[in-house]
C-alpha cells in the first residue's frame, strides 16, 4: 500500500503511488501426498471389465453410482470408503467381469454383474406433446437419465444403459432389468490383473482375503 493510503481492497485509490494486494497461496492438504496412489483387485456388481480404471478421491464422491453402482456412503463401498481416507488415487481392476449383463425390451445395462438387476426403465407420456415419451432410468429409486424422444432410435445411450433401437416404445410404469449377473473371480482373473498393472506406478497394493 503508498504511505497513507490504507490498505488495498478494490479500485478506490485516490493518492499517487503504488499499491499492492499479497495473496497467500493455497497450501496443499496434508492428507494427500505423492504417496498416495493405491491399486486393489476387486469383486464388484458393477463396472468395467478387463481393464485396470482410475478412480480419485473426488470421483469417489461424486461418481460413484455410475463407477461403482451405489452411492459412496453405501455398505457396499465400506472399504473404499476407508481407502480413500488416505488414498488420492485408486487404481482398481474388477475380478470377476464376464457376467451377464441384465436387459428388458427396452435396453442393456451397460456393464455386466448383479446391479444391473437393479436399473429399471419408466416410459411416460410427454406433457406437452401426446407424440412424445418421456423415457427415464432408474437405479434403484435414483433417477439417474431422462430423455424425452418420439422414437426408441433416438435415445442415446447412458452410464447405465444402452436402448434398443428397434424397441417399441409404450407407457409403463416401471420395466425392470433381469438377468444380471457376476462373473468368477478365479486365479485366472488375480492373474491377469497382475499382468496388467504391472505397467502403472503406484504406493500400495491391497487385495481382498476372507480369513
Not at 461418481?63 to 453402482?69: R, S, Y
Not at 436399473?119 to 401426446?130: K, P, S, Y
Amino acid at each position: 500500500m503508498a504511505l497513507g493510503g490504507g490498505s488495498f481492497i478494490a479500485q478506490n485509490k485516490e493518492l499517487p503511488g503504488a499499491y499492492m494486494n499479497f495473496v497467500s497461496a493455497a497450501s496443499a492438504s496434508a492428507t494427500l501426498s505423492d504417496r498416495g496412489i493405491a491399486t486393489m483387485p476387486l469383486e464388484l456388481d458393477w463396472g468395467k471389465e478387463g481393464e485396470v480404471f482410475e478412480v480419485t478421491n473426488e470421483d469417489f464422491q461424486k461418481n460413484t453410482m455410475k463407477v461403482f453402482g451405489y452411492a459412496f456412503d453405501s455398505p457396499k463401498l465400506k472399504g473404499l470408503g476407508d481407502l480413500f481416507m488416505g488414498a488420492k488415487t485408486l487404481y482398481a481392476y474388477r475380478l470377476n467381469g464376464g457376467g451377464e449383463k441384465a436387459a428388458n425390451d427396452y435396453a442393456t445395462a451397460l456393464y455386466s454383474g448383479t446391479r444391473g438387476n437393479d436399473l429399471n426403465i419408466v416410459i411416460q407420456a410427454n406433457a406437452d406433446d401426446a407424440a412424445l415419451f418421456d423415457v427415464s432410468t432408474y437405479l434403484g429409486a435414483v433417477k439417474v437419465d431422462l430423455q424425452t424422444v418420439a422414437k426408441a432410435d433416438e435415445l442415446a445411450a447412458n452410464d447405465y444403459v444402452k436402448f434398443k433401437a428397434d424397441a417399441e416404445l409404450a407407457v409403463t410404469a416401471a420395466t425392470p432389468l433381469t438377468g444380471g449377473t457376476n462373473g468368477t473371480a478365479d486365479g485366472t482373473a488375480h492373474q491377469t490383473y497382475l499382468d496388467k498393472i504391472e505397467s502403472y506406478s503406484y504406493n500400495t497394493m491391497g487385495v481382498v482375503v476372507t480369513v
